[in-house]
C-alpha cells in the first residue's frame, strides 16, 4: 500500500470518529435537554395536582364553614356572639396527607372603609360626614399622626364617593393619580378589597399594614358594628364609632363585661354605665350598632408538606335569611 493511499485512510477514519463524536454530543444535549423539559413538566404536574387538592380541600372547608353558619343562625337568629361555633380559633382539621386550617371573621366588627363615600345630610353645613370624622379618630386611636389621618380621611373618601369633586383641602381625585408614572384614575364607587387602599394618596406600606385589622369594605355606605363580636384589642372602633365620646379604657371595659353570649339587643348595650353617662346619643350613632350580622369572611389553608394553598370566602346572609357565599379568591394577601 502506498503512502498515500494510508494517509487518506487515516484522515478518513479520523473525519469519521470526529462525525461520531459529534452525533454523540448531540445526542447527549438533546437527551438533557428531554430530560430538563421532563422535570420541568413532572415539577409543573405535581404543582398541577398540588393546587386541586389544595383547591377542593379549601372547598370542603368553605362548605363546612357554611354548615356550622347556618346551624348557628338556626339555633340563635336573633343574634351573632363570639360563643357560637363559627368564632373557634385554632382548628385544625387532618385531611389525607394534609391539613386544612381556617378562622372566621366577622365583617361587621370592623370599620366598613366604603361608608367614606356617604355624604353629608346637609352638604350647606361645613360638618363633615359622621363616617370621615369617625375614620380621622380611628387612626388617631391607632397613633397615626394628626396631618396624615386627616389627609386619609379625604383622599379615601375621594376615592370611594360617586363624584370627581375634591373633597375639602386634602382631597384626591383624578388629576392627582394620572400624573404619576404609571398613571390611573380613581374608582369612584365602593372598594372590593382592602389591598386597594394601598393606589390611595397617602397610604403607606407601614399604615397600611397597622390600620388593616380594624378595617373591612362592604357594598354599602354606612357602618353596621356587631356589639357582640368586636374583640378588646379593637376596643379603638368603639372610641371611633361614638365620635371620641367615650375613652379607649371604658370601650374595654364595656366589651371584657359583656356576657359571653352578648347583648340581647342594641338598647341593652345602649343603657351600659360607659355609655349611659354619655348622654343624649344621635341617631345616627345609634344606628351604627347590632346585634347580628349577615357577611362573614372565611380564611382556609389546605397545608401538604411545605406547601399551602388558602382560599378567602365570602358570605352574606340575605333579609330573607339565606346565607350565600358571593366571592372567593384565592391566595393569602393578608
Request: hydrophobic content about 40%; aromatic content about 6%.
Amino acid at each position: 500500500m502506498s503512502i498515500h493511499s494510508s494517509s487518506g485512510l487515516k484522515q478518513q477514519r479520523g473525519v469519521a470518529l470526529i462525525t461520531v463524536l459529534l452525533v454523540v454530543a448531540i445526542i447527549v444535549v438533546l437527551a438533557t435537554n428531554m430530560t430538563g423539559r421532563l422535570q420541568l413538566l413532572m415539577g409543573r404536574s405535581i404543582n398541577m395536582q398540588a393546587n386541586q387538592q389544595g383547591l377542593w380541600s379549601a372547598m370542603a372547608g368553605e362548605q363546612l364553614v357554611f354548615n356550622v353558619l347556618e346551624q348557628d343562625h338556626k339555633d340563635d337568629p336573633q343574634k351573632v356572639h363570639l360563643a357560637q361555633l363559627w368564632a373557634r380559633e385554632g382548628m385544625i382539621f387532618p385531611l389525607n396527607d394534609g391539613a386544612l386550617s381556617g378562622e372566621v371573621r366577622d365583617l361587621h366588627s370592623c370599620f366598613n372603609i366604603n361608608a367614606l363615600g356617604a355624604k353629608a345630610e346637609n352638604e350647606q353645613t361645613q360638618k363633615r360626614p359622621l363616617p370621615q370624622r369617625q375614620f380621622e379618630i380611628l387612626l388617631r386611636q391607632l397613633e397615626i399622626e394628626d396631618y396624615v389621618a386627616e389627609v386619609l380621611s379625604y383622599t379615601i373618601a375621594d376615592w370611594v364617593d360617586e363624584d370627581s369633586r375634591i373633597n375639602g383641602n386634602f382631597g384626591a381625585e383624578d388629576e392627582t393619580y394620572s400624573s404619576r408614572t404609571v398613571p390611573y384614575i380613581t374608582a369612584n364607587g365602593p372598594i372590593g378589597d382592602i389591598s386597594e387602599l394601598l393606589a390611595i394618596e397617602g397610604m403607606t406600606p407601614a399604615i397600611y399594614r397597622e390600620i388593616t385589622p380594624y378595617l373591612c369594605a362592604l357594598p354599602e355606605l354606612k357602618n353596621k358594628l356587631n356589639i357582640n363580636t368586636i374583640k378588646e384589642e379593637h376596643a379603638q372602633l368603639l372610641v371611633a364609632l361614638f365620635d371620641n365620646k367615650i375613652s379607649v379604657e371604658d370601650a374595654k371595659s364595656l366589651i371584657t363585661s359583656r356576657d359571653p353570649e352578648g347583648f340581647k339587643s342594641v338598647d341593652e348595650f345602649l343603657s351600659s354605665p360607659e355609655i349611659s353617662s354619655i348622654g343624649t346619643l344621635a341617631d345616627e350613632i345609634k344606628e351604627q350598632f347590632d346585634v347580628k350580622s349577615q357577611d362573614f369572611m372565611a380564611k382556609l389553608t389546605y397545608t401538604l408538606d411545605d406547601q399551602s394553598f388558602t382560599l378567602n370566602s365570602v358570605y352574606h346572609r340575605d333579609d330573607g335569611g339565606k346565607l350565600h357565599v358571593v366571592s372567593r379568591q384565592i391566595g393569602d394577601d393578608r
